[in-house]
Structure formats: C-alpha cells, structure tokens
C-alpha cells in the first residue's frame, strides 16, 4: 500500500479494509481536470507572492501540465489504491520534479482544495445541463411550429377540459425547461465563489492572494469566511434540488408520452430507434425511454435527499461526511444528462397523429364552456349560463350526441336567447382561435410563445 501523505502521526499502517472505505479515488478520478488546474493556479499565486521561488513556481506548474497531458493521453493511468485525486496528482509529481513538488500544498489544506476542486467541476456541468436545456426546447419549438393547428383536447383531472392545440401543450413544457434554465444560472452565481485560500478551515498566515487566485481560475469573487469556505455544500444541494426539478419536468412529460402512445389515445407513435419490443409479445412497441426518464426521477430525489441527510447535523467545519456528496451529485448530473439527451431524440423522431387528436376534440363536450360564454356575451350571467349548457349537456348525453348535432330547437327549449349563430361560437377551431388572450392555444397566441422562446435562447 502506497504511505499516506499524514502518516508521520500515526505508528500504525490503516487497516486495508478502512483504507478502501476511506479512499474517493474510484470516484472522486473524475476531477481529475479539476484539481489540476486549481493547482496549476495555485502554483502561479506561490510564485507570483515569493512564498516560494518563481522558478520553483514554474517547474510545479509545468509538471503539472505534463501529468494533465499524459492522464489525458492514456500514458499516465491513475492508480486507484491512492487515498484520492488530490494525494495521487500530487504524489506523482513529487516523483517527477522531487522535493519541490512537496511544496505545492503550501498555504492549502485538501479542505478547501476539494471545496475548490467540485466548485469548479459543477460550474462546467451548469453549462453542459443549460445546453442541453436548450438543445430540447428548440426541439419543443420544432414540434410546436409544426402543429399550430393540431386540434386535441385539454384536460383537467385526465377528463376532457376545453379545445387546445398539441403546440399550445407542449409549449407548457417548454415554459418549465426556460424555468429550470434560469434556474441554474442563478444556481451558477451562488456557486462563483473561489474558497481556495481558506486553508483546513482558518485560513494561513502566508501572504497568499486569493483574488489573484480566483482571477486565474475565472471566480466571480472568493468566499467570505474560511469556516464557511470548507463547510459549505449548499451549492451542491441547490444544483441537485434544480436537476430533481429539471427531472419532474421530463417526468411529466414522459408520462404523457406514455399515455399519448397507448391504442387508446393513439395521439402520438414513437420512432422505432426510441422503442422497445417484448420477449414474447411480437405486437408490442413499448415507450421505454419515457419510462426510464420516468424511472430515474426517483433515483435522482434519492441522491438530493442523500445530501440533505448527510449535511442536517454536520457541526463545522469540514467532516469526512462531505466525502458522500460526490457520489450523489455525480449521479444526479450522470442520469439527468442522459434523461435530457435522449428525450430529446425520443421527442425529435415522434409523429403526431393530427386525426386522432382531432377525432378526440370531438369529443366529451369542450365546447360547453364557449356555449356558456356564447350566452354571456348576449347578456345572461355567467352562472345562469353555466347551468343552462349543462342542461344542454345532459339532453346530449341523453340523446348520446354532440353541442354541434344538436338541433336549434333543442336549444330554444331551454333558453329562447339561443340563435343559429350558436354553432359558429361551439365550432372547434373558433373555440381555440378566438381565444386571443395573451398566453392562450390561439395561433397568434402561439407564434408570441415561439417568438419569445427563441429570443430567450439567442440572448
């Protein structure tokens, strides 16, 4: 076993099986990156300080660029008996440079370098799930332009609501991942804050420059308090509690993919690439990728859920429990990346069927609502109106046919106020046009919402 860097206070070797209980190297390798460039600026600030010679700043940062070379290139394979990323980098540079690789960890404590180290590897991962935010609402937008005048109905409680169109429907969605995007930028801003330079957890009496620091490394500002700087993993936490709503939003959405491709709805058919069949049903063509998006929303509330447990009785500062958060935001990021990615090639490559969706406008009595209005506008109280079209319903339903087949006359034995005009106001693309109102299914309505949308996008 290779020695531990803080061996010379202990008399005994670890336990193996507590050295592999206590190792992050198997997932912590992945910051690899990381924690090379916050040495690398690390280094740059020791020399540019005199905490040590500039040209001992210089062959630090040059045998650290060659170890983020040669990781990157496959020569240099990581050694997964180390303690961690942050012992095994380290090590190997002592190995190539000597004793002056030693003195890279002055004025740092692996405290804040681990603080600084999953700081910046989230602040990239923001970007990547922004991205790809944006690579399905241009999808939503594909969709919806293509379905201006897609009639289907609304719903409230699964039942039958009011006439819609399928890109008023799924522009809804498009308004939550515009929602979850803005959220993790604002998450990002939190997380701008450089903690290296808070040292274990009061700090160093070395004349470091932590702003010079947080230059190198592209921070916003540094971290107000050292105690906070190792102990703080609220960042952590926001981001994994926006992904979790990110993974609702798909959730959702698959659900409806699921109920939407059923024989029963038959509103929407699946591409074969984003399909799958039965072992002994050859008929079946199952939505498993809206499933499996539906599946891992779970997985992902667990691993936010593990964060917020492990943290609630941590007293400060730092505590080897915050070695867990890694894991649980790795996995967090790993699933809610793929859900991302792949929905939006499920969603790209699905066909709409307009008729089917029609055929279901036409039915359970949408319209009743703009009958209701129609007698409004001719000057009946709302609620009277409310109670004469159920009435119309109920004759409907008794004569088992539709607002629209039913004869004038029948309307007439309820409310005199009724004329032939009636059918112009229930006819189902009036019901959706006219409903002008900003934020409405109308076409004008959406083309706004596609306008808008694509402005948030470019800006």
Known sequence: MSSKMWDGRFKKSLDLKVNDFNSSI??????????????????????????????????????????FEDI???????????????MFIEAVLTERIGDTGKKLHTARSRNDQVALDIRIYLKKQCDEIMDLLKCLIREIIEKAKENKTT???????LQHGQPIVFAHHILAYAQMFKRDIERIADCKKRMDYMPLG???????????NRHLVAEKLGFAN?????????????????????????????SRFSEEIILWCTSE???????????????????KKNPDIAELCRGKTGRVYGSLITLLTMMKGLPLAYNKDMQEDKEAIFD???????SLDTFTGMLKTLKVNRDSMKKASQKGFLNATDCADYLVKKGLPFRDAYKITGQLVAVCIEKNISLEDLPIEEYKKICEIFEFEVYKYIDLEYCVNERKVYGGPSKESIETQIKNLEKFLEG
Not at 265 to 283: K, R, V
């Open 332 to 338: 967090v990021l790993e699933n809610t990346k793929l």
């Open 151 to 157: 009639f289907m109905p609304g719903t409230t409680h």
């Open 265 to 283: 709805y038959n509103f929407i058919e699946l591409d074969d690439a984003f399909s799958t069949g039965s072992s002994i049903m050859p008929q």
């Open 72 to 86: 990157e290139n496959g020569t240099l394979e990581i050694d997964f008996e180390s303690e961690d990323i942050h």
């Open 198 to 208: 808070s040292g274990a957890l009061a700090g160093t009496t070395y004349p470091i």
């Open 26 to 67: 198997k997932f912590d390798w992945v910051m690899f990156r990381e924690d090379i460039t916050g040495s690398i600026a690390h280094a740059y600030m020791l020399g540019e300080t005199g905490i040590i010679n500039k040209s001992e700043s210089e062959r630090i940062i040059e045998g650290l660029e060659k170890i």
């Open 222 to 250: 540094v971290t107000e308090n050292s105690i906070d700087g190792v102990s703080d993993r609220d960042f952590v936490i926001e981001f994994a509690s926006d992904l979790s709503i990110i993974m609702t939003h798909i």
